[in-house]
């Protein structure tokens, strides 16, 4: 049986089709990522632009015709945060769905962090703590025993959002970095507050930390074998950030493990990784290259971890 999940997320579209042989055998047919940034001037106009709803049109164009090309027979798709609050988003998902030639779910915040959950632990050695999913709309934080969510937090700290609200120059100013600091800081005693302050293990998922970790790595060619549990360090975390706050766009573009689309998101995205290790006093952060995407595809098909 061929299948497919595919994530459409405020930032990033992403696809994962498989072949699942027997009970255990699975071949991977396909994974794709692409940056569409379909909030961009979400948070000013409410709406999916025009620019942005071609760039979307487009991928799921591709992401179609890789399906059909290799036969794939069931798909889940979902997609998130721009979903939920775009008011112009309902025309534009029965258009996104008529192209990609399938329905396509929209999912709560909750929900969205039960899936990243189950996506985000698979292979990795955790039995308690707080997995963190950054997004381009928004950042689920969540607390799991065993596998298993016990609570939740959906917060509206999407990279997209925070860096058009506040990162206005190129390098931002040391006002823009302090401002958005605060707003982070904010929500992030809101987040501490309902989950508690004990995190045995931290452990963050999405574009924003794998690349990170690619830029840690040093990687010219994004490698998942190398990123998936990778530790970044509390201080290297730091030394990056200081970095990317002292070049701009294009140099920051330039870096070794910089995915493209992503050399201003990235600024916000740290500030968020690195107020999460400090509200729950941890110096070091295991990398989750595995998340919604994958979520989303164990779940259609009935998996759980351990199966």
Same mark, same amino acid.
């Given at each position: 049986?061929?299948?497919?999940?595919?994530?459409? !997320?405020?930032?990033?579209?992403?696809?994962?089709?498989?072949?699942?042989? !027997?009970?255990?055998?699975?071949?991977?047919?396909?994974?794709?990522?692409?940056?569409?940034?379909?909030?961009?001037?979400?948070?000013?106009?409410?709406?999916?632009?025009?620019?942005?709803?071609?760039?979307?049109?487009?991928?799921?164009?591709?992401?179609?015709?890789?399906?059909?090309?290799?036969?794939?027979?069931?798909?889940?798709?979902?997609?998130?945060?721009?979903?939920?609050?775009?008011?112009?988003?309902?025309?534009?998902?029965?258009?996104?769905?008529?192209?990609?030639?399938?329905?396509?779910?929209?999912?709560?915040?909750?929900?969205?962090?039960?899936?990243?959950?189950?996506?985000?632990?698979?292979?990795?050695?955790?039995?308690?703590?707080?997995?963190?999913?950054?997004?381009?709309?928004?950042?689920?934080?969540?607390?799991?025993?065993?596998?298993?969510?016990?609570?939740?937090?959906?917060?509206?700290?999407?990279?997209?959002?925070?860096?058009?609200?506040?990162?206005?120059?190129?390098?931002?100013?040391?006002?823009?970095?302090?401002?958005?600091? !605060?707003?982070?800081?904010?929500?992030?005693?809101?987040?501490?507050?309902?989950?508690?302050?004990?995190?045995?293990?931290?452990?963050?998922?999405?574009?924003?930390?794998?690349?990170?970790?690619?830029?840690?790595? !040093?990687?010219?060619?994004?490698?998942?074998?190398?990123?998936?549990?990778?530790?970044?360090?509390?201080?290297?975390?730091?030394?990056?950030?200081?970095?990317?706050?002292?070049?701009?766009?294009?140099?920051?573009?330039?870096?070794?493990?910089?995915?493209?689309?992503?050399?201003?998101?990235?600024?916000?995205?740290?500030?968020?990784?690195?107020?999460?290790?400090?509200?729950?006093?941890?110096?070091?952060?295991?990398?989750?290259?595995?998340?919604?995407?994958?979520?989303?595809?164990?779940?259609?098909?009935?998996?759980?971890?351990?199966?």
């Amino acid at each position: 049986m061929k299948a497919a999940s595919i994530d459409l !997320g405020t930032n990033t579209f992403r696809l994962l089709a498989i072949e699942k042989r !027997g009970n255990s055998t699975v071949r991977v047919l396909d994974q794709m990522r692409r940056v569409v940034r379909l909030g961009e001037g979400l948070a000013n106009t409410k709406e999916i632009s025009p620019q942005a709803r071609e760039r979307a049109l487009a991928v799921l164009r591709e992401f179609r015709n890789s399906l059909e090309g290799k036969g794939v027979e069931q798909v889940f798709a979902v997609a998130t945060s721009v979903f939920r609050e775009a008011q112009n988003a309902q025309p534009f998902l029965r258009e996104a769905s008529r192209v990609l030639g399938t329905p396509i779910r929209v999912i709560s915040g909750e929900e969205e962090a039960r899936l990243t959950l189950l996506g985000g632990l698979w292979s990795l050695e955790a039995r308690e703590g707080v997995l963190f999913d950054i997004g381009g709309g928004s950042t689920e934080f969540i607390r799991f025993v065993h596998s298993t969510p016990r609570k939740l937090v959906s917060t509206p700290m999407g990279v997209v959002k925070l860096t058009e609200t506040f990162l206005h120059h190129d390098p931002p100013t040391s006002q823009e970095v302090e401002a958005l600091k !605060g707003a982070v800081k904010e929500e992030m005693e809101r987040v501490l507050h309902t989950l508690g302050p004990v995190a045995p293990t931290l452990i963050g998922t999405a574009g924003t930390v794998t690349t990170l970790a690619a830029i840690d790595l !040093g990687l010219s060619i994004y490698h998942h074998s190398k990123v998936h549990g990778h530790l970044l360090t509390r201080r290297r975390i730091e030394e990056l950030l200081q970095a990317f706050l002292a070049t701009t766009r294009e140099e920051r573009l330039r870096m070794k493990g910089m995915e493209e689309g992503r050399e201003d998101l990235i600024i916000p995205g740290t500030i968020i990784t690195l107020q999460a290790m400090g509200a729950w006093e941890k110096e070091e952060l295991i990398v989750s290259d595995l998340g919604l995407r994958e979520g989303v595809l164990l779940d259609g098909l009935g998996c759980r971890k351990g199966n």
